[in-house]
């Protein structure tokens, strides 16, 4: 199955890099992270140094060249992922959401009545 670049577009704004981020098991305070990769950094320490663009939905690691993107990147780049696999499990995140919604919302329930009282 081919995602189009509609759906990709799509699927970036419905994915929260903040929340993929935590999801992932990244440390995240206010819209900075830890790195995944801090045993390359030069300077290492316990300082956050993954910033989070919220407006852009991207982040990058002020250490680490490689790592930044979009929130595509982020899933590859966290689990060593293709960008196909991060894109299919983004998608489900997407619709686990939707229909986690629709059953908190329980949209229908109540047209599905018990009695019919209009006879
Ligand atoms: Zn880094």
Wanted: with cysteine.
């Amino acid at each position: 199955m081919e995602t189009k670049a509609m759906d990709l577009q799509k699927l970036e704004k419905a994915n929260s890099i903040i929340q993929v981020a935590i999801e992932l098991g990244i440390k995240v305070q206010g819209n900075m992270g830890k790195c995944f990769k801090t045993d390359r950094h030069v300077l290492d320490g316990e300082k956050p140094t993954l910033f989070f663009n919220l407006a852009k939905n991207t982040f990058h690691c002020r250490e680490c060249q490689d790592v930044g993107g979009t929130v595509f990147d982020l899933v590859c780049q966290y689990r060593g992922w293709e960008r196909q696999k991060a894109i299919e499990w983004l998608a489900h995140r997407v619709e686990f959401d939707e229909a986690t919604k629709k059953l908190y919302h329980g949209k229908g329930r109540k047209k599905l009545p018990l009695y019919d009282n209009s006879k």
